[in-house]
């Protein structure tokens, strides 16, 4: 019963913080992207790159931007995790291999954060702060970048710009994510989250064994792995270590920073279109979805009927931390697979087959719900397209969103984007159980085994980072797999959205009629968490059956 209490508090406390920060958090995001006045630490970033702060890209070389800045991180980045024993604080840390460099280095540049490593065994001090939290900060721009490039198509008519990439991106971290970041991990440190730089300590544990623990800068990369939706972890074990998450309070207040970006862009999107009935429409899809999924995975691992020793701890207990419990780790379940985040306080391998089989779900729907920062409300806003087309299909009219028209043009956009990733996904997952070595890495055989590779390349494909951790992945084929996949699966949907931006934003608005669908009742909202239900479900449902609803039904 006092779990009970202390779940249903827990999560009426965040609803009611992110609820808070909604409005003012949201608004003020889209001030930092309507403004036309630069702060003079912007200025200076736009002397040094040689960027006119007040020139605007037309949608082609606003993705030739993102994809050079992108392509350059990812050279940087690698080349840092290759000569790390060169460096300062490398903690006598050797080369990380070149397989494993490659793997990193797209997983971090693409927001994805998959690890195939253990981070205080194979990562020194500086590679963890000047390589992969600069890339938690800047990724997570991107995505931020994007969306606000493809609200500008809905906003502007009868021109070839959307923007300018270098001018969003500087914006974002200057303005948004640094300040937040920064707050954040001041209250993670006074809350117990380490923040040092020492090597190995060697400590005497309660059994009388002895045991070597690196310390480090973790607080501050915990705050923007949060905040970011990036999800890599400073240590193996991510947010379950104690080092990163010592008690509830921090654990909530991680959970927190996963979702208050996400949750408020639908704000931003309102504001910017002039129209706030149409940011609380998407929020209103959002928040259902991830209720629900809360709902589903939290009764699944209390009414566990996978052993009696599940019932005889009140609910299934393998995997999770006692600090945390039931509640708190199916909420930080759900919360970091609805959105781009692989930071996990639980081994997700060890939830039941209903509650895994649903936190794959929730990646497969794209992580819209709210999702990453930026990458899901741009998701969301393409689904709309989808649905509205469908709507217009059903009474024989052009569909019409926010003013524009959804010719053949935007559709097939809007359609390649739906059909990227799954495609991406279930390619990969056939070819690695296609290959007889491959199946080695599978610690289980037969349904789950098979979900631990499922899970793999969803998580991949949709830049989450998570994993079933049964699946050793850190082989020179599924670093070189599972790193094409986060390419592929993060960049091709944001060339789609790009283009979708440039051709709505060449538009002349059409007048609103008696027979536009009005895009912010809750008939909309019905109609778009339909979609993604159904879109989803039609796509993936043969691989989930092969997977967690086999093992389910086993």
């Not at 193996?236 to 998450?245: D, G, I, L």
């Not at 010719?407 to 990227?420: C, D, Q, V």
């Not at 969803?458 to 079933?468: H, M, Q, R, V």
């Given at each position: ?286 928040a259902l979805i991830w209720a629900a999924s809360v709902t589903v995975v939290t009764i699944n691992e209390l009414h566990s009927v996978s052993s009696p020793a599940g019932h005889a701890a009140g609910g299934m207990m393998e995997g999770k931390e006692q600090r ?231």
């Open positions: 019963m006092n779990d009970t209490l202390a779940g249903w508090l827990q999560i009426l406390a965040l609803v009611a913080a992110l609820a808070l920060c909604h409005r003012p958090l949201g608004d003020y995001v889209a001030h930092c992207l309507t403004t036309t006045r630069h702060l003079r630490a912007e200025r200076l970033v736009y002397r040094t790159g040689g960027v006119d702060g007040d020139a605007e890209q037309t949608w082609p070389a606003y993705m030739r931007s993102l994809l050079a800045f992108s392509a350059v991180s990812v050279l940087f980045l690698y080349a840092f995790l290759r000569l790390q024993n060169h460096l300062l604080l490398s903690l006598g840390m050797k080369p990380v291999a070149p397989d494993l460099a490659f793997n990193t280095a797209t997983s971090f540049v693409t927001n994805t954060n998959w690890q195939a490593y253990s981070g205080e065994s194979a990562m020194g001090h500086l590679v963890q702060m000047a390589g992969l939290a600069v890339q938690n900060f800047v990724s997570a721009a991107v995505g931020i970048a994007v969306v606000a490039a493809l609200i500008r198509g809905f906003t502007r008519k009868r021109t070839h710009h959307i923007g300018n990439f270098w001018v969003d991106l500087t914006r974002i971290v200057l303005r948004v994510l640094l300040p937040v970041a920064f707050v954040f991990a001041l209250v993670l440190v006074a809350a117990g989250v380490i923040q040092n730089f020492h090597g190995a300590q060697a400590l005497t544990t309660v059994a009388g064994d002895h045991q070597s623990i690196t310390g480090g800068p973790v607080a501050s990369q915990e705050a923007i792995k949060e905040l970011g939706t990036n999800g890599g972890g400073f240590y193996s074990a991510n947010s379950a270590h104690p080092f990163e998450n010592p008690t509830g309070f921090t654990d909530l207040v991680e959970i927190f920073l996963l979702l208050v970006i996400p949750f408020a862009l639908p704000r931003t999107f309102g504001t910017m279109v002039r129209d706030r009935r149409q940011g609380y429409a998407v929020v209103a899809v959002m945390f419990g039931i509640w708190s780790s199916a909420l930080f379940a759900v919360s970091t697979t609805l959105t781009s985040c692989g930071a996990v306080n639980a081994a997700h391998d060890s939830f039941t087959p209903g509650g895994g089989g649903l936190l794959i779900f929730n990646m497969m729907l794209g992580e819209i719900a709210p999702g990453g920062t930026g990458s899901g409300l741009y998701g969301i806003l393409v689904v709309a397209v989808i649905a509205v087309f469908v709507a217009g299909l059903m009474v024989g009219r052009t569909p019409e969103y926010l003013g524009k028209k959804l010719g053949s043009r935007e559709i097939k956009f809007a359609s390649l984007y739906i059909l990227s990733t799954p495609a991406i996904v279930l390619v990969g997952a056939g070819i690695a159980m296609s290959l007889p070595g491959e199946q080695k890495a599978m610690t289980n055989s037969g349904p789950h085994g098979f979900s631990e590779v499922l899970y793999a390349f969803t998580s991949a494909a949709n830049n989450n980072g998570s994993a079933f951790a049964g699946l050793q992945a850190n082989t020179v084929w599924y670093n070189t797999a599972l790193g094409l996949a986060m390419v592929f699966g993060r960049f091709l949907p944001m060339v789609f959205v790009l283009a979708l931006s440039g051709a709505l934003a060449r538009q002349r608005p059409v007048p609103v009629t008696a027979g536009t669908l009005p895009t912010h009742r809750p008939q909309f909202v019905g109609l778009l968490a339909g979609v993604i239900l159904i879109v989803v479900g039609l796509t993936y449902f043969p691989a989930l059956a092969l997977g967690p609803l086999a093992e389910g039904l086993h």
